[in-house]
């Protein structure tokens, strides 16, 4: 089976690694044979991606998946891709406001002329604040033969942009099922012991401006937060660890030395050495507790060790963090471990070392995550 994989690559974050490797372990079970042409913005940095990953792939779809990558930034590499091609995918992330995403709608529209079948595998859908990108958005599901998001908050999104637009997406073919990187995580959570240290793991990101008017704020407050988080456990190191390694799409590591460099408390340290996405999943496994912001960052502290308070920075009901909690957690585990960044100033106060971890149901995960696999070989019956 040859098939192009599209998506933000080339500025991929450690979640985005992980969504990857999901994507493969689905299109393995769907498909014997696999030859993967991935489109990058930054090819050079995928290329080290695919050097660090490939063990993993290996491992995770017990296959060796022949992998080539070319810019997807290139029209005429984005045709010759898909000419040579049975199956074009969206592979995971979210369907927003850049410009990007007119890379994806056209690499959809000239599969579909072309005969070629299509997909959007594990997306999120906002924020959307233009109708430029909903318009944008509404043409790649159109185009797409199947489309199955990563929560339910992203299906209510995206039939509410149709509906805005006067159109009504096809039910039948818009499904939802978990982050592709759950596949990758359940797999490697199974494989790897908890071998507890003694540090407290803490993700953040600068505060983006456009989810709303409180970014100075927001920031500020994060860099009270982490010198409140040193003095009260004083006797363990606060390891502040980035999500994204890469100037484009902002390397966590810029913030993250600005608030370890602010504070005077010698148990915090920015972890400035590149971490592959083995390392990381250990690091958050082995955390005394974590503290994520960044969305991935929840989604592997959730499901790696479930000692971990949530730093919400999208919107409160309706963000991708949020939709995510909804969906895996019916029990209201993490209702007194959540703060909403756009809302109120995370403390200290509810953060208990000692509290009970959350146990992840991966029986739920395989079987609503079967819905990749499934779905795909149905495309070519």
């Not at 044979?33 to 017990?62: H, K, M, N």
């Not at 000239?110 to 944008?136: D, E, I, M, N």
């Not at 008017?213 to 040193?230: C, G, H, P, Q, T």
Request: hydrophobic share 40%; with cysteine; glycine share 6%.
């Amino acid at each position: 089976m040859r098939i192009v994989v599209l998506g933000w690559y080339g500025t991929e974050t450690i979640g985005d690694r992980a969504i990857l490797t999901g994507i493969f372990s689905f299109l393995a079970k769907a498909f014997s044979d696999l030859d993967v042409c991935l489109g990058s913005l930054y090819p050079f940095f995928s290329e080290r991606t695919a050097q660090e990953d490939a063990s993993l792939w290996r491992d995770i779809t017990g296959c060796n998946i022949r992998l080539s990558i070319f810019n997807s930034k290139r029209p005429s590499s984005v045709d010759e891709a898909i000419a040579k091609s049975d199956l074009v995918v969206m592979a995971g992330g979210p369907l927003m406001d850049i410009d990007e995403l007119f890379l994806v709608e056209y690499a959809f529209k000239k599969a579909k002329k072309t005969g070629k079948r299509t997909a959007v595998l594990g997306c999120g859908v906002g924020p959307l604040s233009s109708a430029l990108y909903a318009r944008s958005v509404i043409e790649i599901v159109k185009n797409s033969d199947l489309t199955i998001l990563r929560d339910s908050v992203s299906k209510q999104t995206l039939n509410s942009i149709f509906s805005e637009h006067g159109e009504s997406p096809n039910a039948e073919k818009i499904l939802v099922a978990f982050d592709p990187s759950m596949e990758c995580l359940m797999w490697w959570a199974r494989a790897n012991p908890v071998c507890q240290g003694n540090y407290v793991c803490v993700n953040l990101r600068e505060f983006p401006s456009n989810y709303c008017d409180r970014e100075i704020y927001v920031n500020s407050s994060l860099f009270k937060f982490v010198d409140s988080l040193a003095e009260r456990f004083f006797d363990r190191e606060i390891l502040l660890l980035p999500m994204h390694y890469f100037h484009s799409g902002n390397d966590d590591r810029a913030f993250l030395n600005q608030v370890a460099f602010a504070s005077a408390k010698s148990n915090i340290r920015a972890q400035n050495q590149n971490l592959t996405l083995e390392e990381t999943m250990r690091v958050y496994r082995n955390a005394s507790f974590n503290v994520g912001m960044r969305f991935h960052s929840v989604v592997f502290q959730t499901a790696l060790s479930g000692r971990n308070y949530v730093l919400d920075y999208t919107q409160p009901q309706s963000g991708k963090i949020s939709g995510f909690l909804r969906d895996i957690d019916s029990e209201g585990f993490y209702r007194k471990r959540y703060f909403n960044l756009q809302v109120q100033s995370a403390t200290c106060d509810m953060i208990h070392a000692n509290s009970p971890a959350f146990a992840i149901n991966w029986d739920l995960v395989a079987t609503r995550n079967s819905v990749y696999s499934n779905e795909l070989s149905r495309l070519f019956r």
